[in-house]
């Protein structure tokens, strides 16, 4: 076995009480340390030394730091995202909103518009801007650092003509949009979480008050009015908040449909305009 297949088996040893992916993990972090892609390092031959800077990267996971704060990336979609303290790491499960709204524009020309609430990375706009080349957005997000990571990240995937990052709250644009994506805070406060979250994510993309719904009570009045016609809001919620999301949507004369991620957990709330 060469250095760095050692270092990988070694260091996949030790991460195994920190995370779930341990080997995954390991080659993340030595392919970050070597400057290649992961993939780079399973097909390539790399018999030289291991890079000096690998123990840290180590180092770091080992006090459960993310994976994607160390790298500075995470893959969503089809795109890859600039990540760093301050912005939520995006989600898989998040993935379902753009599902969602793929399923909805089937055998149409996609959402025109798109307004992402909270943007933070950027990950659902600039996601569905990928996914729909013809369109246009915004997204919207109360934090400083947000809007630098986000303003970032436009600008490398080179949608700087199609993308708008603003500062702002749950208001939203006044306008109408095609579609709307929007990932709240909405863990209660009470509740625990893994280190990874609980020590390094921000808190304000996290938690919403004693029942996790505190945002989206601001959210359900404001969203109806800014669905085009034809268009839906896709809302990310925690596997156990459907009902009440929901009760709070119709509340507002909102018709609202819940879908699941791929691990079978309701994380999707589709809202669709009022018929008039
Ligand atoms: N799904 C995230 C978590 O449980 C929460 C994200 C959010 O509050 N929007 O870590």
């Not at 795109?79 to 760093?84: H, N, R």
């Not at 009015?225 to 009440?244: F, L, M």
Request: charged share 20%; glycine share 12%; net charge negative.
């Amino acid at each position: 076995m060469n250095a760095i297949a050692l270092a990988l088996r070694d260091a996949a040893a030790a991460l195994s009480p920190v995370t779930q992916t341990p080997r995954l993990d390991a080659e993340l972090l030595m392919a970050h340390a070597l400057g290649i892609p992961r993939e780079a390092l399973l097909l390539g031959r790399h018999d030289g030394a291991v890079p000096p800077g690998f123990a840290t990267l180590l180092a770091r996971r080992l006090r459960h730091e993310p994976i994607a704060y160390i790298t500075g990336t995470r893959a969503f979609w089809t795109i890859d995202l600039a990540v760093g303290p301050g912005v939520l790491v995006p989600r898989a499960d998040s993935e379902t909103l753009i599902e969602a709204a793929v399923e909805h524009f089937a055998g149409t020309s996609g959402p025109r518009t798109i307004l992402d609430l909270g943007t933070g990375s950027g990950a659902l706009l600039l996601a569905a801007l990928d996914q729909w080349p013809e369109a246009t957005g915004i997204g919207i997000d109360a934090s400083d650092t947000a809007i630098k990571v986000a303003r970032g990240n436009v600008r490398r995937l080179g949608m700087t003509g199609r993308a708008r990052i603003l500062s702002g709250g749950w208001t939203g644009t006044g306008g109408a949009h095609d579609l709307i994506l929007c990932n709240p805070p909405y863990v209660a406060t009470g509740d625990t979480l893994p280190p990874e979250v609980r020590d390094f994510e921000p808190a304000s993309a996290l938690f919403a008050g004693a029942d996790g719904l505190d945002d989206y009570r601001r959210i359900a009045p404001l969203i109806g009015g800014q669905i085009a016609p034809g268009g839906i809001a896709a809302i990310e919620i925690g596997h156990a908040q459907a009902v009440a999301v929901t009760a709070l949507l119709r509340a507002e004369g909102l018709p609202a449909r819940v879908r699941r991620d791929l691990a079978g957990h309701d994380r999707c709330i589709i809202v669709y305009p009022v018929r008039l």
